[in-house]
């Protein structure tokens, strides 16, 4: 069965199928992205991790070697490198954090798509009420439902994201969040 497209609109025509085509776009873009990023940050991870070890390498060379003042140097700088290395390789957490927003995104957006093409959903306000409650549950991080809560007791945008970013803020003094 072939249906009416907005640039060819007929009787058959519905906003309903025009707004689930947008929401599987927007779903491709999301998965699509994410799966691009995950090859490109895997890459980076283990170029990262084998620079450690290579590192590691180094060091021990150098400390076997006998001591001397270039010796020395040479075991400082290995050591500023190796330091800068684990750092990077901790700020890649930003990715899984990433990841875990757009999974849950995407996510939602299927569910909405779901929502909207079933009739008997659409127009039932419980159902709404058990999909929105299903989309907060899978937030793990506080800052998330504030966020969430906030955009749903009718603050704008701005507004939900500096909640979101002070809540942030609050964790990372406070606590270490697991994801």
């Given at each position: ?56 390498n180094i060091h021990e060379i150098l400390s076997g070697l006998q001591q001397s003042d270039s010796r020395d140097h040479a075991l400082k ?103």
């Amino acid at each position: 069965m072939t249906f009416s497209a907005s640039n060819q609109p007929d009787l058959d025509w519905s906003q309903i199928r025009e707004t689930i085509k947008l929401l599987t776009v927007s779903v491709a873009q999301v998965e699509g992205s994410m799966k691009a990023g995950d090859e490109s940050v895997t890459a980076l991870a283990d170029s990262f991790s084998g620079m450690v070890d290579d590192m590691k390498n180094i060091h021990e060379i150098l400390s076997g070697l006998q001591q001397s003042d270039s010796r020395d140097h040479a075991l400082k700088h290995c050591e500023a490198t190796q330091f800068r290395i684990n750092s990077a390789l901790v700020a890649f957490q930003f990715y899984d954090r990433l990841h875990q927003c757009l999974q849950h995104v995407s996510n939602n957006l299927k569910g909405l798509s779901v929502i909207i093409d079933t009739p008997h959903r659409l127009y039932n306000p419980v159902e709404w009420a058990k999909f929105q409650e299903n989309i907060r549950k899978q937030y793990t991080m506080e800052s998330e439902k504030v966020m969430f809560d906030a955009i749903h007791q009718g603050k704008s945008i701005d507004e939900a994201l500096a909640l979101f970013e002070e809540a942030n803020r609050q964790s990372d003094d406070n606590e270490i969040e697991l994801f």
